[in-house]
């Protein structure tokens, strides 16, 4: 696919480029904008200029990355999308220890870890998700990303350690009146199915799709419901 905002033959790509294309590549979940945007973000997290930005939007795109290997059914290629994001994550969440959204993305790459992986990875990961995303809700505890992060933490942990999809529906629909997503559709309708109630699931698929044709998650989710 053709990346919107790229640059001419004669011009390198900016980080604001590399930015647009993660956005870009959450939006569609295609693989195209997030690759490009991870190989110029890597480049330049060095630099003590942009180091903090570079870092944080390059866990994004590998974040998102691991959403659209999963989607294909590479969950080999999903997983290992979560080493570069843990590391440049762990790296934004350092270089700035007071950004809420550097530990919200932090949080989400951990919880991938334990949606992927085995007992053992859940084990491991699943308390790093559960105080990264305590760091987020001190920070900024009405952050509509942190509030995000906060469902997605009782929508995938297991009941034993505090998974509550009731919780994590309250949280989703707390974001959304703050700012609406269909990202956050997305998983509201996953916390309504979750708790059985399966006309508020598609529903919320439904308004997902209303506004973001594009959503890959919403599509596949969309997809799988009318499969016999």
């Given at each position: 696919?053709?990346?919107?905002?790229?640059p001419?033959?004669?011009?390198k790509?900016?980080?604001?480029?590399?930015?647009?294309?993660?956005d870009e590549g959450?939006?569609?979940?295609?693989?195209?904008?997030?690759?490009?945007?991870?190989a110029?973000?890597t480049?330049?997290?060095?630099?003590?200029?942009?180091g903090?930005?570079?870092?944080y939007?390059?866990?994004?795109?590998y974040?998102?990355?691991?959403?659209v290997?999963?989607?294909a059914?590479?969950?080999s290629?999903a997983?290992?999308?979560?080493?570069?994001?843990?590391?440049?994550?762990?790296?934004?969440?350092?270089?700035?220890p007071?950004s809420?959204g550097?530990?919200c993305v932090?949080?989400?790459?951990y919880?991938?870890?334990?949606?992927?992986?085995?007992?053992?990875?859940?084990l491991?990961?699943?308390?790093?998700?559960?105080?990264?995303t305590?760091a987020?809700?001190?920070?900024a505890p009405?952050?509509p990303?942190?509030?995000?992060?906060q469902?997605l933490?009782?929508l995938?942990?297991?009941?034993l350690f505090g998974?509550?999809p009731g919780?994590?529906?309250?949280?989703?629909e707390?974001?959304l009146?703050?700012a609406?997503s269909?990202y956050?559709?997305?998983?509201?309708?996953?916390?309504?199915?979750?708790?059985?109630?399966?006309?508020?699931?598609?529903?919320?698929?439904l308004?997902?799709h209303g506004m973001?044709?594009?959503?890959?998650?919403?599509?596949?989710?969309?997809a799988?419901?009318?499969?016999?």
């Amino acid at each position: 696919m053709a990346l919107s905002g790229t640059p001419t033959a004669d011009s390198k790509p900016s980080m604001a480029d590399a930015a647009h294309w993660v956005d870009e590549g959450k939006r569609s979940f295609q693989a195209a904008p997030l690759t490009s945007a991870a190989a110029v973000l890597t480049a330049c997290a060095g630099d003590p200029a942009t180091g903090f930005d570079c870092s944080y939007q390059a866990a994004r795109a590998y974040l998102y990355l691991s959403y659209v290997y999963e989607l294909a059914g590479h969950k080999s290629q999903a997983r290992a999308c979560l080493d570069p994001a843990t590391r440049w994550a762990k790296e934004a969440a350092s270089r700035r220890p007071s950004s809420a959204g550097a530990h919200c993305v932090l949080a989400e790459v951990y919880g991938r870890r334990v949606l992927l992986g085995d007992a053992f990875t859940a084990l491991r990961f699943g308390p790093m998700n559960g105080s990264e995303t305590a760091a987020a809700l001190r920070l900024a505890p009405d952050d509509p990303q942190v509030l995000e992060a906060q469902g997605l933490r009782f929508l995938y942990a297991p009941a034993l350690f505090g998974g509550d999809p009731g919780k994590a529906q309250r949280c989703f629909e707390a974001s959304l009146a703050r700012a609406d997503s269909d990202y956050v559709r997305y998983f509201l309708s996953l916390a309504l199915a979750k708790e059985g109630q399966a006309a508020a699931a598609r529903l919320a698929l439904l308004k997902a799709h209303g506004m973001n044709p594009s959503n890959g998650l919403v599509n596949a989710a969309l997809a799988a419901e009318t499969r016999p």
